[in-house]
Nanobody, 117 residues
Framework: QVQLVESGGGLVQPGGSLRLSCAAS????????MGWYRQAPGKQREMVAR???????NYANSVKGRLTISRDNAKNTVYLQMNSLKPEDTGVYYC?????????WGWGQGTQVTVSS
């Protein structure tokens, strides 16, 4: 059974930083592309960053240059460093595999990020 546990969210002022973590279990973590998804209030969940098993990364245009995804295969953990945060970054952040795997694995509880002054 796949388990994904996100942490590190919180309330931060615009321009601030947060580092999110996601610990995965029940999978051979190192072989999978992993992603961070955001569900903003009233909107559908969207992928904002992904990292392949070979450490190639991709980002949504809205977060390029501000968010950085990384992974530690020894710890089965994926991270999201969030800098220069904006109010529009507010939402619940989830980690998962790519969109196809996410349907099979299910979702964790997510971690709330609120950017507000």
């Amino acid at each position: 059974q796949v388990q994904l546990v996100e942490s590190g969210g919180g309330l931060v002022q615009p321009g601030g930083s947060l580092r999110l973590s996601c610990a995965a279990s029940g999978i051979i973590f190192s072989i999978y592309t992993m992603g961070w998804y955001r569900q903003a209030p009233g909107k559908q969940r969207e992928m904002v960053a992904r990292i392949t098993s070979g450490d190639r990364t991709n980002y949504a245009n809205s977060v390029k240059g501000r968010l950085t995804i990384s992974r530690d295969n020894a710890k089965n953990t994926v991270y999201l460093q969030m800098n220069s945060l904006k109010p529009e970054d507010t939402g619940v952040y989830y980690c998962n595999g790519d969109e196809t795997l996410a349907r099979a694995w299910g979702w964790g509880q997510g971690t709330q990020v609120t950017v507000s002054s």
